[in-house]
């Protein structure tokens, strides 16, 4: 027995479990196999590495989201990607780890809590480029492991941007799925009055929290528990609308009676008993002539949701006015290996944003839209469908530069098959303590 694997069935210390990939890298298959043994040891007494809720870790990450420059996440109609934020909302929503997604074998949690799944997650945290061993890694590892799915999240970013861009300080947004708070945590970055309705009762209790912790003194929070549905605002109250809403059966949050898709579990009662009503309900609180925005896209359990949504939207009472991408994953994984490094493009994956306008008393008989306003004064013409004309606002200095990696996209979960290509490592930046990857590939690759 080699004096390093003497020392790694010693360990004791948390220091000494958290090797880094330069120390790995140089294990034997005999130490490497008793290494993941004592990591795996290490975690089924200390349990599932959530994510951190003390106060300094939450500044930390409230700060780089406040300090970010949300003036360059919207470029032309196409939403990018800004992940700062994601892993201070996710601290607030413990329970999500053990949601199930579609037609996902496992949730996170669940491979974690199994022997031999948890064992395989190890080992490929050390061969598929991770820089160091620990909760980040962990986490950011039983989210993509094969036949599993974690939950999305909006990121805060992209919702601030938003507001921003549609909105005066001030406004009030209305937001018809709380979810996991991302538009939340937007609103406050925002600095705009947030409407907002969540029947699962964890995400509920955890959006109160994120509102004791972050809510500015000036703007007022309200988080009503319980299903969009049943919304009842008063009329012409609501500046601006914007939400993610369930896709249906695909994310279930919880199994609580007041779930969508348990009260209506056929899509054609989804679509008009949760879907139509919640629109007949925004579009009653919404001031004439402003706007909704809903990011959708179909999913394998409903194919024409995007459609429905749109016909849904317009029965309504609203016009459909035009259609954004919101850039959710890079695809570099469904390269083949050898494109990988040389290729320059993108490869984003995308889910559409589709915005109604609610119609003013100065509209012709549902003909053409003549305006829409955009932030306050700088009306424009809608018939151009060009709704980027705006004078970009000064950027603001960063104050931290680094990605918080998460899931985010409600697509399908990933098969449980295995790809023929060779596994190219994913390059982390060694940036901060907690960074994970990313974004969870399209093809299994796990």
């Known amino acids: 027995m080699s004096d390093f694997l003497k ?23 005999e130490e490497t196999d008793a290494y993941i043994e004592t990591v795996f040891k290490y975690y089924r007494e200390k349990g599932f590495p959530y994510y951190p809720t003390n106060k300094l870790y939450r500044l930390k990450r409230f700060k780089a989201l406040m300090g970010m420059d949300d003036s360059k996440v919207i470029k032309g109609k196409i939403v990018t990607q800004q992940l700062h934020g994601l892993s201070l909302c996710w601290t607030y929503m413990p329970h999500s780890w053990g949601v199930k997604c579609g037609g996902a074998k ?85 600095k705009v009055n947030y409407i907002g309705y969540d029947p699962c009762t964890p995400s509920w209790n955890g959006l109160q929290e994120m509102i004791k912790d972050w809510g500015n003194p000036g703007n007022t929070y309200t988080i ?11 009329e012409n109250s609501v500046d601006f609308a914007f939400t993610s809403p369930p896709y249906f059966n695909t994310e279930k ?42 990011n959708i896209a179909k999913v394998k359990s409903y194919k024409t949701i995007e459609e429905d949504c749109i016909r849904v939207a317009e029965e309504c009472g609203f016009v459909l006015v035009d259609t954004w991408k919101y850039a959710m ?28 306008r609610k119609k003013s008393g100065n509209d012709d008989d549902g003909g053409l839209i003549k305006k829409v306003d955009l932030d306050g004064d700088n009306a424009i013409d809608v018939q151009t469908f060009d709704f980027f004309d705006q004078p970009t606002p000064k950027p603001e200095p960063e104050v931290f530069d680094f990605f918080e990696g998460d899931s985010e996209s409600k697509s399908e979960a990933q098969p449980e098959t295995k790809s023929e290509l060779p596994v190219s490592p994913v390059v ?19």
């Open 329 to 356: 994953s890079n695809l570099m994984w469904t390269l083949p290996n050898k494109d990988r490094a040389t290729s320059t493009e993108p490869y984003s994956k995308f889910e559409p944003i589709f915005w109604f």
């Open 224 to 234: 009503h528990h319980g299903g969009s549905e049943d919304m009842d605002l008063p």
């Open 106 to 190: 496992y949730t996170p949690l669940e491979v974690f809590e199994d022997d031999d799944h948890f064992r395989a997650v190890i080992r490929k945290v050390m061969t598929l480029g991770y820089s160091s061993m620990g909760a980040a890694s962990i986490r950011g590892m039983v989210r993509i492991y094969r036949g599993a799915q974690s939950v999305s999240n909006f990121r805060p970013t992209s919702a601030s941007a938003l507001y921003k861009y549609f909105c005066n300080p001030g406004d009030t947004v209305l937001d018809s799925s709380s979810g996991y708070g991302g538009r939340l945590m937007g609103a406050i970055k925002a």
């Open 253 to 294: 949050y919880s199994d609580e009676e007041t779930q969508s898709w348990k009260k209506y579990p056929t899509r054609e009662e989804w679509l008009n008993g949760f879907l139509k009503d919640t629109i007949r309900n925004v579009h009653h609180a919404l001031k004439p002539g402003k706007l909704m925005g809903i």
């Open 428 to 446: 982390q930046p060694e940036l901060e303590p907690d960074v994970e990857l990313k974004d969870k590939p399209d093809s299994e690759i796990i």
């Open 7 to 29: 020392e790694i069935l010693e360990i004791e210390d948390e220091e000494d479990v958290f090797l880094n990939a330069g120390k790995w890298s140089q294990l034997t298959e």
